[in-house]
């Protein structure tokens, strides 16, 4: 888990899904378990406060993104104008979302050419690539991807990349842009 403080009221977390397996949950468990899940959170809340040193009480909000295969990203922000100090307590108020685009990340050009050729073996032409701090991005929308084969090509991606952490806004804002469309197609085009 990788915490970060925003401001004096803020911090983001990030799980990834083996950090989640290690505590015992599956992604579908986040959507359908709000027990446990409220367990969940309260025991990471602790720890990044721990961590950080900072003291939650009063009414915290809890906004958590889902990315297909990186894991979770948590942002916490806590309303200190509504705090009671006398309470000890911990008002969560969480929402889930769930992202439905692939973003990896590769260290050299070279294994973009390489996942593309196996891409291509799946019939995924799509996606599109980008360069920011040194490394190169791929992403794919839920439009480039056929419906039965993502884990599929999370599988394929894996052995070339690692899963990013960034989100698609952050990178389409700071990143450069090497290929906007078919990425796959335009690759296995250029390097044969």
């Known amino acids: 888990m990788r915490i970060e403080r925003v401001s004096n009221n803020q911090f983001t ?4 899904f083996d950090d989640l397996i290690e505590r015992g949950f599956t992604k579908e468990d986040l959507w359908y378990d709000a027990k ?61 979302d769930e992202s439905n685009e692939l973003l990896f990340s590769f260290a ?3 294994h973009v050419i390489q996942v593309s050729h ?4 799946l019939k995924i032409g799509g996606g599109s690539v980008y360069h920011m701090n040194d490394r190169y991005y791929m992403l794919f929308e839920k439009a480039d ?12 991606m894996s052995e070339f990349s690692v899963p990013s952490i960034l989100t698609s806004h ?8 090497i290929i906007a469309n078919d990425a796959v197609d335009q690759i296995i085009h250029h390097f044969k």
């Open 36 to 96: 446990d899940v409220r367990n969940l959170f309260s025991d990471i809340m602790y720890e990044a406060s721990f961590e950080l040193g900072i003291e939650l009480a009063g009414s915290l909000l809890v906004q958590v993104y889902l990315m297909q295969a990186q894991g979770m990203h948590v942002t916490v922000t806590q309303k200190v104008a509504d705090v009671d100090w006398e309470d000890d307590f911990i008002e969560m108020k969480v929402t889930l």
């Open 145 to 156: 991807l056929k419906h039965n084969i993502t884990e599929d090509v999370i599988a394929v």
């Open 170 to 177: 952050r990178l389409l804002e700071y990143g450069k842009t």
């Open 118 to 121: 196996c891409l291509a073996n």
């Open 13 to 16: 977390m990030f799980l990834t």
């Open 108 to 110: 050299d050009f070279e």
